[in-house]
């Protein structure tokens, strides 16, 4: 699917909500997660979105794991998407990378769509929240290899992880869990991602 045909089906379901939803855009570090969530939130006035690095604990998301232990997915889900789905305020803390701890509680953005992009999203302890899943169809090679350009262009030496860490893990993920294969909607992205982070 292309990005005018994804944004057409979110704004479909949004129209036939009764609801606030979530859509979850997830794929592999590279793979342009947070390029394309920035898109659809550009394109659907209201629309807010999550970054999923506000959910990244940075010790955890730099060891090895077999189901991205790093992301701290029932913290998303509890401060951020079943009160969000349930139409309910409230707040959630972000993760502060220049202090390496969560930062103040912020509110809760009020909005009836909610985009999130996060590594290893669909999994067993958010998957339920998740009204429409993405996945960003770039193969594992191919995403990996945009992902280190990307960090070799904003000065960041991050080889190792990569080929240590990330890229074992996303591998390890995707054999576990078959987040392609469960997604509701595969998206081909075009190029490199741009933004900072794993997207």
């Known amino acids: 699917m292309d990005r005018d045909a994804l944004l057409e089906h979110v704004r479909t379901l949004r129209a036939s909500a009764r609801s606030p939803i979530v859509v979850g855009v997830s794929g ?26 506000d959910f990244l604990d940075p010790t955890r998301s730099h060891r090895r794991s077999t189901d991205w232990d790093g992301i701290e997915r029932l913290r998303l889900g509890s401060e951020v998407l079943e009160p969000h789905r349930a139409g309910r305020t409230g707040s959630f803390r ?29 999994h067993p302890e958010v998957r339920s929240f998740l009204d429409l899943t993405v996945w960003c169809d770039v193969d594992l090679d191919e995403a990996a290899r945009r992902g280190m350009a990307r960090d070799h262009e904003l000065g960041r030496a991050h080889d190792d992880l990569w080929r240590d860490v ?19 909607v595969r998206y081909r992205s075009r190029g490199r991602p741009s933004t900072p982070g794993n997207g």
């Open 94 to 122: 972000r993760f502060d990378w220049s202090t390496r701890a969560l930062g103040r509680p912020e509110p809760l953005p009020v909005t009836d769509v909610l985009v999130v992009d996060l590594i290893g999203l669909f």
């Open 166 to 184: 990330w890229i074992p893990n996303d591998r390890a993920f995707a054999e576990r869990f078959g987040p392609r294969d469960s997604a509701d």
């Open 28 to 53: 592999h570090c590279g793979s342009g997660k947070s390029t394309l969530a920035r898109a659809l939130v550009d394109h659907m006035p209201g629309a807010v979105r999550i970054r999923g690095d």
